[in-house]
């Protein structure tokens, strides 16, 4: 996600894909020739035809050649849908012919006459040939050789005459050649394949009832391209590749990386003066913080709270969430008396939804970080991360990985960020956070639970972890009112509150002592246990241990 | 003498279902791959009538239809174009030809022109 790209060399054609553009540092070298290959229905003929029109709009001047059955007409019926698609641009800028006959007839070098004669006669600078796999059936088809290794190897050779001939001829003309080829799976070797400049590899695959669309960039000579796998899409708007966020973190290399975030070391109030207090002034600016509770304490609530300081302040700020649609946001603002709205409509506050299914990572991550450098965010809600757990599913492997890259660069974008993250009990002594990965990379953790106090529930409200901070460990209640959040003083510490009350038993003080409780994490989960009778039951995870509970209250008496 | 109808288009599949039914409708139907082939093949042969394409490699549509009206043996020669655009794209020829046909067609459509332009065979 490196926001400017120095102009590439040698000079390119941009694919029309933005995100495949950055993962070829700007494209396509001009006059080289490129292998796009998958199987049915993967996109290539889609990805062909974006590089055409795209082109077209910038001056090219493109020739699109068919060696297979499926007539024009039905490809732009398919196309027409597209918005990159224009007519006007046919056939003057982007023409389309048909090579089949001539290479059923006379083979390769009828071929290779049909296209260095229309590429000159067209002028054209993008060339693609759909159909490559019948280009080779035909030279296989006409190798006189009788047996069959020699003639694969026979075939082989015009195929690879044919690559060297069409190089020659586009170096000549500085034409940028992509062909098309179909296989039903990726083919590890193809001699033809060691003389082209460039392969890429779609696929789509099964995963589960969904499908997944990859883009693997196998070779590309004088590029430094951006290894590896790399998510796309089709849309209407055409191909869109989603480079692996990993992939677009700024190294430690880049000159920008030694400057300090703006505002690091400074203070970022919630607006709600006695938590503000106990965080000891605000949220240190530029970390990353874990809203931690069941459904129900007011994990929202806060998150917008915390946006409305932010633009009662002049902060843009970005509620980035999976559940709770804006309007419902709107709603809950009004609740509090926080003029969401009014801040939406002057640009301070910026809602972005999605549905939290068969979301891709790297595609919510594109979205989240175009939104954040557009709007010079610096608040961010990501309102239930398990949105971005869901998008992982499929890459366990990648969840460290990739919380670690969306963390790192959002400090170094100067962004405060909130994650709201919903833990499965809603009552109970143990807290465990459903989201690997995400405890490691945030540097403050807020609790919020249910408690029950005289037959009533009560909202609480404790602060676990600060960075580099003091901080008040006090457990107090949270209120919703109309006038907004309030936090109360300490409670009562002869109470029986719900879930914690094996943790501070007759306590004269309701404090969470860091010795007393611990946040824990392990590689699977991470669990705050809050009582001893839980600490038997909570696994693996690591737990405060009962004695030690006991031995501070007994020291207190 | 069966009415000799060219069918000039790089598509060949599609010429070549378009010259099948003309051939059972007792047409002479004869096909080419492109506006250079096609010329020869007129200058040669001349046509009643002439089904074109618009884009193919070597000589496209247009093209030949310049060189025909170059040729007072070919000027006269009905011209129906062809093609999967819209006929707006193709206004500067639009004195060359005689009707445009937007692909696909129907085998009616294609009898109606075929009729209209190049007769109807003594044995149909």
């Known amino acids: ?557 | 003498m069966k009415p000799r109808v060219l069918i000039v288009d790089d598509e060949f599949g599609l010429a070549e279902v378009i010259a099948e039914i003309l051939c059972e409708r007792g047409y002479d139907a004869v096909i080419a791959m492109n506006g250079k082939l096609a010329l020869a093949e007129m200058q040669q042969t001349p046509p009643q009538f002439v089904m074109l394409d618009v884009m193919m490699p070597v000589m496209d549509g247009p093209t030949l239809l310049g060189h025909m009206q170059q040729d007072p043996r070919l000027a006269s020669i009905p011209v129906v174009l062809m093609s999967s655009l819209a006929e707006s794209s193709f206004a500067s020829v639009r004195a060359l030809y005689r009707e445009f046909v937007r692909k696909p067609f129907t085998p009616e459509a294609l009898y109606d022109l075929v009729e209209r332009y190049a007769g109807r065979p003594e044995s149909a």
């Open chain 1, 1 to 557: 996600m490196k926001p400017d790209v120095p102009p590439p060399y040698p000079p390119r054609l941009s694919t029309g894909v933005a995100g495949l553009d950055l993962i070829l540092e700007g494209g396509f070298v001009r006059g080289s020739v490129y292998i796009a290959e998958g199987p049915p229905g993967a996109g290539k003929t889609l990805l062909a035809n974006q590089l055409c029109f795209h082109g077209a709009r910038n001056g090219e001047r493109a020739l699109y050649v068919t060696l297979l059955a499926e007539t024009h007409e039905r490809m732009l019926t398919y196309l027409r849908r597209m918005a990159f698609f224009d007519e006007a641009l046919i056939p003057d800028h982007v023409y389309f012919i048909s090579a089949f006959r001539a290479l059923q007839q006379d083979g390769l070098p009828a071929l290779l006459r049909l296209l260095r004669e229309t590429i000159m006669q067209r002028q054209a600078t993008i060339l693609i040939i759909d159909g490559m796999v019948t280009a080779e059936e035909i030279s296989l088809s006409r190798s006189a050789s009788a047996n069959a290794l020699m003639q694969d190897a026979g075939s082989s050779q015009h195929f690879k005459q044919f690559i060297h001939d069409l190089q020659t001829i586009c170096s000549m003309t500085g034409c940028t050649v992509l062909l098309l080829s179909s296989t039903e799976r990726p083919r590890l070797f193809h001699p033809a394949y060691t003389m082209v400049d460039g392969i890429l590899e779609l696929t789509n695959e099964l995963s589960g009832l969904k499908t997944i669309r990859q883009i693997h960039v196998r070779k590309m000579r004088g590029v430094a391209q951006v290894v590896g796998k790399h998510h796309f899409e089709i849309r209407d708007a055409g191909v869109v590749v989603h480079p692996r966020m990993e992939t677009q973190l700024h190294s430690p290399e880049d000159s920008r990386e030694s400057e300090e975030p703006i505002g690091e070391g400074k203070r970022v109030p919630f607006g709600v003066s006695q938590f503000d207090a106990m965080l000891g002034g605000g949220l240190p600016g530029c970390s990353a913080t874990m809203i931690v509770g069941p459904t129900g304490t007011g994990k929202t609530l806060l998150g917008v709270q915390f946006l409305a300081e932010g633009a009662r302040r002049g902060e843009p700020g970005l509620y980035f969430g999976f559940f709770e649609r804006p309007s419902a946001l709107l709603r809950k603002g009004q609740r509090l008396g926080l003029p969401l709205e009014q801040y939406a409509e002057a640009g301070l506050i910026e809602f972005v939804w999605q549905r939290p299914i068969e979301a891709v990572i790297d595609e919510l991550a594109d979205r989240l970080f175009t939104t954040v450098r557009r709007l010079k965010i610096k608040r961010l809600v990501i309102d239930g991360i398990q949105g971005f757990q869901a998008a992982l599913d499929d890459y366990p492997d990648r969840v460290r990985g990739a919380f670690a890259a969306m963390t790192d660069e959002l400090e170094r974008l100067s962004v405060t960020t909130l994650y709201t993250v919903e833990t499965r009990e809603v009552f109970g002594p143990t807290v465990e956070i459903p989201v690997t990965g995400v405890s490691a990379v945030t540097q403050n953790i807020v609790l919020l639970r249910h408690v029950e106090l005289r037959s009533s529930l009560r909202l609480l409200i404790a602060v676990l972890k600060i960075r580099d901070s003091q901080f008040d460990r006090t457990v107090r209640e949270l209120r919703i009112t109309s006038q907004g959040l309030r936090v109360e003083d300490a409670m009562d510490p002869q109470e029986q509150v719900l879930s914690l009350s094996a943790l501070y038993p007759r306590s004269a003080s309701s404090t969470l002592a860091g010795k007393s409780a611990r946040f824990a994490s392990s590689a699977s989960s991470a669990r705050f246990a809050s009582s001893a009778s839980s600490a038997k039951s909570a696994g693996s995870a690591k737990r405060v241990a009962k004695p030690k509970a006991r031995k501070a209250g007994k020291r207190k008496r």
